[in-house]
Nanobody
């Protein structure tokens, strides 16, 4: 059974940096799309970034462009989201996601991902 194991996250002051990582275990597909969603209390789940394992093509939500960087290590089957210049509005539960094949470019949608992690908390204080 496919499983996503998240790590990292935590608390930081505004302007600081955090990293969240996700190990894509037992994922036997030749290529897959993996990324992150986040959800703050009382708000809808938002797609943050995704990356295609085949060629490391990436895409980001406008709200995090130039601040967040997603990367993928094929040998370790691990992807990492490095979050710089964090803002209080970046706070929330971050969920790792994955699905077989290429990413759907131009949009990061919940319905395009069938495997989800349990979530990891990121808190940014002003």
């Amino acid at each position: 059974e496919e499983e996503l194991v998240e790590s990292g996250g935590g608390s930081v002051l505004a302007g600081g940096s955090l990293r969240v990582s996700c190990v894509v275990l037992e994922y036997t597909y030749s290529s897959y799309c993996t990324g992150w969603f986040r959800q703050a209390p009382g708000k809808e789940r938002e797609g943050v970034a995704h990356i295609w394992s085949y060629n490391n093509r990436t895409e980001y939500a406008d709200s995090v462009k130039a601040r967040f960087t997603i990367s993928h290590d094929s040998a370790k089957r691990t992807q990492t989201l490095l979050m710089n210049n964090l803002k209080p509005e970046d706070s929330g539960m971050y969920y790792c996601v994955a699905d077989s094949g290429s990413c759907r470019w131009g949009v990061i949608r919940t319905q395009d991902f069938h495997t989800w992690g349990h979530g990891i908390q990121v808190t940014v204080s002003s």
